[in-house]
């Protein structure tokens, strides 16, 4: 970033400082101090505060007013460093460390920002605002079948598939009276019985329904009791003997 001079009216020796090519008056010190490639570390203070005098010398005043503070501030570092000092004066600082330190972070922040405008102006080079990324090969249409060709799927699987098996169910009535008439012969021989008792190992469905039924009217009328000593306990039927006084 360095100042535009401009020839003008004022004479061949006077010149404008665009200010849109700086900004602010840190932006234009630093300006200067590249051109004199001088340390920062080291500012000649009077030679560098001379030329920004020189360059803020034609601006208007209402856009000048940061630029005559910096101009302010480097004067008198130059007149701090011209006070005398004592040489066992340990405890003198340089006036011009403040100023350094501001350089430095806007140095940094510069630095910053010149690499996200040189970002941007890649990004805008390789994608132009009406860009598309090359896009790839269109997807796959979703499946459509139409009705008959489903039901030919659906009839092509059927075929192929095994035959289920077919059992033939006989239905067969239950016997209540044969049941009670086997209970009441079995308390006869046994005052106490089991569940288990009273049903074969390999009864049929139609067996133990009667016989669970047989139970329930004997109960019913008073001639035996059924008990369950604790949860999933075997069931214990006996003989009531106020029944069968009745």
Same mark, same amino acid.
């Given at each position: %970033? @360095?100042? @535009? %001079?401009?020839?003008?009216? *004022? =004479? ?14 840190? $932006? ?6 590249? $051109? ?21 010398? !034609? ?13 302010? *501030? ?5 007149? #701090? ?19 350094? *330190?501001?350089?430095? /972070?806007? #140095?940094?922040?510069? /630095?910053?920002?010149? !690499?996200? $405008? @040189? %970002? ?5 080079? *390789? ?8 896009? =790839?090969? +269109?997807?796959? +249409?979703?499946? &459509?079948?139409?009705?008959? /060709?489903? %039901? ?14 077919? !059992? ?8 209540? +009276? =044969?049941?009670?008439? @086997?209970?009441?012969? &079995? ?14 190992? !390999?009864? /049929?469905?139609? #067996? ?13 009328? =008073?001639?035996?009791?059924?008990? #369950? +000593?604790?949860?999933? &306990? ?7 003997? &106020?029944?069968?006084?009745?």
């Amino acid at each position: %970033m @360095t100042a @535009t %001079m401009l020839s003008s009216e *004022r =004479g061949p020796s006077s010149f404008d400082v665009e200010l849109e090519a700086y900004q602010g008056p840190l $932006d234009l010190l630093l300006s200067l101090i590249r $051109d004199e490639k001088v340390d920062i570390y080291d500012i000649p203070v009077a030679r560098i505060a001379q030329q920004f005098l020189a360059r803020i010398r !034609h601006l208007p005043l209402d856009e000048a007013a940061d630029y005559l503070e910096m101009a302010a *501030r480097l004067v008198r570092i130059k007149a #701090q460093m011209l006070l005398p000092r004592s040489e066992n004066d340990d405890l003198w600082e340089d006036p011009r460390a403040e100023l350094v *330190r501001r350089l430095l /972070e806007y #140095q940094q922040v510069r /630095e910053v920002v010149d !690499h996200l $405008d @040189t %970002m941007a102006e890649s990004r805008r080079g *390789r994608f132009a605002r009406a860009y598309l990324p090359e896009s =790839g090969p +269109p997807p796959a +249409p979703p499946l &459509a079948l139409s009705l008959v /060709e489903l %039901m030919t799927a659906v009839d092509r699987v059927l075929r192929v598939t095994r035959q289920p098996t077919l !059992h033939e169910v006989i239905a067969r009535s239950l016997d209540v +009276p =044969g049941a009670i008439a @086997t209970v009441r012969s &079995a308390l006869l021989l046994r005052q106490t019985l089991r569940w288990r008792d009273l049903i074969a190992p !390999h009864a /049929e469905p139609w #067996q133990v329904l009667s016989v669970l039924l047989a139970l329930l009217e004997l109960a019913k009328v =008073g001639e035996l009791k059924l008990a #369950q +000593p604790k949860p999933f &306990a075997d069931v214990e039927i006996s003989r009531d003997a &106020a029944g069968e006084a009745a």
